[in-house]
């Protein structure tokens, strides 16, 4: 079977090879929701490989095929790895040509696997490049990089969700990013293996040149807030929080180089009973746990504001990514379908995209603009229980067991439920609206049309070049 796609996005040709080019650019275009890990990607495409992990120990290897190689026109991708070459004879062959005002991307995918599989994968592609391209854009990096140089940063929680988002968005930029990567320094006996582009942070003693050659830390880390909120969580979500942002705040002061430290925050810091308050980020504090947690954790970031840092706090709200963050426990609160929304009615809920959240988190490294407080929320608060009804819709979730009646508290315990999900917030993203930040979502059926391989089967239409998927082409 043969599927071919293609749109046209407003860069040049160089540009938009260099992207592919970039061996980061295969995290950036592989959709959550499908099972596969990028493990390995070259920056080779002439003879250089991407491989991929699948559940059960599985690996998807393409090798690239030099017959098909046209520096800056074309290459093309052919699976080598048993038993999928027999199963499927996968080829994948991407072009570039010169189109007035921008490049037309030609995608054409040759295989045994039915299209019907491959439409919302390649619709996919198209409007993460052209998101991608975008963001990097409005930052700078297409002509100069920021402030005339890419900047070489450390991250903290670079195996979560948003982390992983952000560190490919980032070296796609051409940023350096080094991991910082969890360890107990007392224990000598069980020592990481470190792999290339990873440095040992032990969070409770962080070593004093930690960041001596980096420009910015962004901090990421922490227990996840998805579970049962018992006092037990509690304490370990505020515990990995608080004390290891102030050791490294104090890092941070120390270092002879490191200027940026941004350290995540939570839209929980506005409290869960806030019903008809627009909250921007001089709003005051709420009086839940979440927000005595986000005080603080805030708080400890001070070291490094008094030594001249420029310290950025971005309030994250729920964020909706296929792969993790808060969608997996929406969609089982949006098993309940109708009894959801009638129970939850016109809540509002603080969301923000996973592509959003790391096009936010790359802005707050490179413009000076933006310190303090930053509400990292999409500019439209969610109806919660439109939003769960949407989630259920989309992709129903078939439940093993009767549910009676909906009981948020059902899900995560009464307390998690609503301070984690069920909480009353209109929160608005006023500090990045007044830098000039594009969203790429601002709507949230959009959002989760994206993450949940949901955009319409005509965004990728077989044999109809030039003819791509919609998307917003605003340079």
């Not at 699976?79 to 062959?93: D, K, M, V």
């Not at 509400?375 to 949407?390: F, I, K, S």
Request: glycine share 10%.
């Amino acid at each position: 079977m043969l599927l071919e796609t293609s749109t046209t996005v407003p860069f040049p040709r160089p540009v938009v090879w260099d992207y592919h080019a970039r061996p980061a650019s295969a995290e950036r275009l592989l959709p959550g929701f499908v099972p596969l890990e990028v493990l390995r990607a070259d920056a080779d495409l002439a003879l250089g490989q991407i491989s991929f992990s699948l559940p059960a120990g599985l690996r998807w290897t393409n090798s690239y095929d030099l017959t098909a190689y046209q520096r800056g026109r074309s290459f093309a991708e052919v699976n080598t790895s048993a038993p999928f070459q027999s199963l499927t004879r996968w080829r994948f062959e991407h072009r570039f040509a010169d189109e007035p005002g921008g490049t037309l991307v030609a995608d054409s995918v040759s295989s045994r696997i039915p299209t019907a599989a491959l439409e919302r994968v390649l619709s996919y592609r198209h409007r993460q490049l052209a998101g991608d391209l975008r963001c990097l854009k409005d930052l700078g990096f297409l002509e100069h990089g920021a402030a005339g140089g890419a900047p070489r940063v450390a991250l903290t929680g670079a195996g979560g969700t948003l982390g992983r988002a952000f560190s490919a968005l980032a070296r796609v930029a051409g940023c350096e990013v080094i991991r910082l990567v969890r360890v107990d320094s007392s224990d000598t006996r069980h020592a990481p293996e470190l792999s290339e582009g990873e440095r040992a942070w032990d969070p409770r003693y962080p070593a004093d040149d930690l960041l001596d050659d980096v420009d910015a830390l962004v901090h990421l880390a922490g227990k996840p807030f998805f579970q049962r909120l018992t006092d037990a969580h509690r304490r370990e979500v505020y515990d990995t929080r608080v004390r290891p942002t102030r050791l490294l705040a104090e890092v941070a002061a120390r270092s002879p180089r490191c200027e940026t430290l941004v350290s995540a925050s939570s839209a929980g810091f506005y409290g869960d009973e806030r019903a008809g308050e627009r909250l921007a980020e001089d709003a005051a504090p709420g009086e839940s746990f979440l927000a005595r947690l986000a005080i603080d954790w805030e708080a400890a970031t001070r070291p490094a504001a008094e030594a001249g840092v420029r310290v950025v706090t971005p309030r994250f709200g729920a964020v909706l990514a296929a792969g993790g963050g808060s969608l997996p426990t929406l969609r089982a609160a949006g098993a309940l379908g109708g009894r959801a929304q009638a129970a939850l009615g016109e809540q509002a809920i603080a969301w923000v995209s996973l592509d959003d959240a790391a096009d936010i988190l790359l802005r707050c490294v490179v413009d000076g603009r933006l310190e303090g407080p930053v509400n990292a929320t999409a500019p439209t608060p969610g109806a919660l229980g439109e939003l769960l009804n949407t989630v259920a819709s989309a992709r129903p979730i078939p439940l093993p067991i009767p549910i009676p009646e909906f009981s948020p508290g059902a899900l995560k315990g009464r307390a998690a439920a609503r301070e984690f999900l069920f909480s009353d917030q209109r929160v608005f993203p006023d500090a990045l609206e007044r830098v000039g930040h594009r969203f790429r979502h601002r709507d949230v059926a959009e959002a989760l049309a994206h993450e949940m391989g949901l955009e319409l089967p005509g965004a990728a239409r077989p044999g109809l070049p030039g003819e791509g998927p919609g998307v917003d082409s605003a340079p």
